[in-house]
């Protein structure tokens, strides 16, 4: 196997290196390309989106806007082509991806170990439950025709045996996933928001998340205003730009009802799983 570079041997994209530039230069697209000093690995709708939209507002973020799938689908094209991906940099700003799905891809952890033993890990979270029907919803509006989330949730419905093999299940099983991270990384290397308090506490949760990935508290209060029609904060200004700015039409789908006997056969499945993760993470993220 050749050997993995290490991520901050960074290519510089102009003569000159790597030290740092005057602001003008930032405009005529000069900087570094980097690999990701921090990736958010998940969850699915767990609010990855509006936490990268919200992150991106800090002058000291440079993200990729759309999802590399590289440590799960693309991972044979080599860190040459990831790192190709990512925006160009400034000394002293942090380059960023997401993907939910890593969090439950086996082989994730070990190939972003690889890359850097130092990439900070982030996870957004939610009720499980209330995940499931999200992924159910989005799936539903792709195919219509799928069939109804209660005859997916069971193997047997008389028996009440769940289908645990259903990814919609699956993903919200987070003690059993985190497991696998953290045969590689520490669980301080980690951090979890709160997808519940990402929506009714946006500037405190990006608060942690500032400390966290070391950046200067600049994202607070005055940056949200709460969008009632939606359900959930928005920017008022957004990344390089003077609008306001909320989360797409695919964002905040209104959930089709479900039994409510299905739910609380789902909410009894996750409970053991969700006391462990709380354990684990030594957060009580007040789910049940």
Request: glycine share 8%; charged share 25%; proline share 7%.
């Amino acid at each position: 196997m050749p050997p993995v570079p290490d991520p901050q041997l960074a290519i510089p994209c102009s003569r000159g290196g790597n030290k740092a530039r005057p602001i003008s230069s930032f405009f005529n697209g000069s900087g570094t390309k980097r690999l990701p000093q921090a990736i958010i690995i998940g969850v699915k709708k767990g609010g990855t989106r509006a936490l990268l939209e919200f992150l991106r507002v800090h002058p000291d973020v440079r993200a990729v806007g759309a999802e590399p799938h590289f440590f799960d689908r693309n991972y044979e094209r080599g860190l040459a082509w990831y790192r190709d991906l990512m925006p160009k940099t400034l000394e002293g700003q942090i380059t960023m991806e997401k993907t939910p799905s890593y969090f439950v891809t086996k082989e994730a952890p070990a190939r972003i170990s690889s890359m850097s033993k130092g990439t900070k890990l982030i996870v957004v979270v939610r009720d499980p439950v209330t995940r499931a029907i999200s992924d159910y919803t989005q799936t539903l509006s792709k195919k219509p025709d799928i069939p109804t989330f209660e005859s997916l949730t069971f193997k047997n419905r008389t028996t009440g045996l769940i289908d645990t093999s259903w990814s919609a299940i699956q993903i919200g099983i987070y003690a059993k996933h985190l497991e696998n991270w953290l045969l590689y990384f520490p669980i301080g290397q980690i951090l979890f928001v709160s997808g519940e308090r990402l929506i009714s506490d946006p500037a405190g949760e990006l608060g942690k998340v500032q400390d966290f990935l070391g950046l200067k508290r600049i994202i607070t209060d005055k940056h949200f205003y709460f969008n009632k029609t939606k359900g959930f904060p928005c920017l008022k200004k957004a990344e390089g730009s003077s609008k306001p700015h909320c989360l797409g039409k695919t964002k905040g789908r209104t959930h089709p009802d479900i039994d409510q006997e299905v739910v609380q056969r789902l909410r009894d499945f996750y409970r053991p799983f969700n006391m462990k993760f709380y354990q684990m993470t030594g957060q009580d993220f007040g789910w049940d």
